[in-house]
């Protein structure tokens, strides 16, 4: 038989509750370390954000936390439980990600990608599949019903047949955040929404994050527009080289000297020389996740981590 089944896990959660608890994440490159001992909270009904200069570590840290890496020291719990080192089980356990660069089914329809979403909703018995029975169809539909759900909150049902390739790129950004929540997560991060959008499609961007919130969905933000992420965070996290230097409110981590120099590129007390940033770089870039490869995606503008 083929059912609709929520992960108990993807309950919302109860005001203030931490859904996710990094300790101690360390991520190392052979004999280089992209990611320092940091420590990381979200709790429910928050937009935290997580920035730092180039080469900080930030998308490194991301994929530390949805299983596309392994941490070397350290461990991710989401409500309370560890999670597997698996991005697909890290999914169905309640979190969801987009990526920096969109990766999106090209030759599908804007509704084909978001029920690609719903697959950890879903469970297809064989011969519910090869039959089509009752019970496929009444699923089929309900994950139908959904996904439109999905694109009108988004603002794309009208083009729900057409094909992601041919989307404007802001409407692809924003489809591949529909796909995102199809997986009904408790926790969704969002690496570098904004990039390359105007600032029309940012400030559309930014309500569509709070509207996310307001439905009860924590949300983690990497983003280089400090416009955009002080407007919209609770809180901000820096990572400098890997380690966290300062978190707090907006105003806290602007009146920070420590990221001042950060992003000015001036050296601090124990600051990286040029050539141990340089390897790092090099070391994360040669470990991107094969899936940034895949030859289906729709092309999207690259940005640094």
């Keep these: ?100 660069n969109i990766r999106l089914f090209a030759n599908m329809t804007v509704l084909e990608n978001v029920l690609v979403g719903r697959h950890t909703r879903t469970k297809e018995g064989l011969w519910s599949a090869l039959l089509r029975g009752p019970g496929f169809h009444r699923a089929e539909a309900a994950s139908r019903a959904r996904a439109m759900e999905l694109l009108e909150f988004v603002g794309l049902e009208k083009k729900a047949e057409h094909l992601a390739r041919n989307l404007p790129y802001g409407e692809q950004r924003k489809l591949e955040i529909a796909r995102a929540l199809a997986s009904e997560p408790g926790l969704l991060l969002l690496d570098e929404p904004t990039a390359g959008m105007n600032p029309q499609e940012t400030r559309t ?3 569509l994050v709070f509207a996310i919130r307001d439905k009860g969905i924590a949300v983690l933000v990497i983003e280089h527009d400090m416009r ?63 899936a940034d490869n895949t030859s289906d995606a729709v092309p999207g503008k690259e940005n640094d981590r």
């Design 228 to 290: 955009f992420i002080f407007n919209l965070c609770d809180r901000v996290a820096v990572l400098v080289q890997g380690e966290k230097l300062v978190e707090g409110d907006s105003a806290t981590v602007q009146g920070d000297e420590r990221v001042i120099a950060a992003y000015l590129g001036e050296p601090f007390e124990n600051a990286p020389g040029d050539e141990e940033v340089a390897e790092v770089e090099a070391a994360e870039a040669a470990a991107e996740p094969e």
């Design 205 to 207: 961007t930014e309500e």
């Design 1 to 100: 038989m083929t059912t609709e089944t929520p992960i108990p896990d993807t309950a919302p959660a109860a005001p203030g509750e931490v859904v996710l608890d990094a300790r101690g994440v360390t991520m190392r490159f052979g004999g280089l370390t992209a990611v320092r001992n940091v420590d990381f909270t979200v709790r429910s009904g928050e937009i935290v954000g997580l920035i730092g200069p180039n080469g900080a570590g930030k998308t490194t840290f991301f994929n530390c936390l949805t299983g596309l890496y392994i941490p070397t020291e350290g461990e991710v719990r989401y409500k309370g439980q560890v999670l597997p080192p698996k991005s697909f089980k890290v999914t169905a356990a309640g979190i969801a990600r987009t990526f920096q």
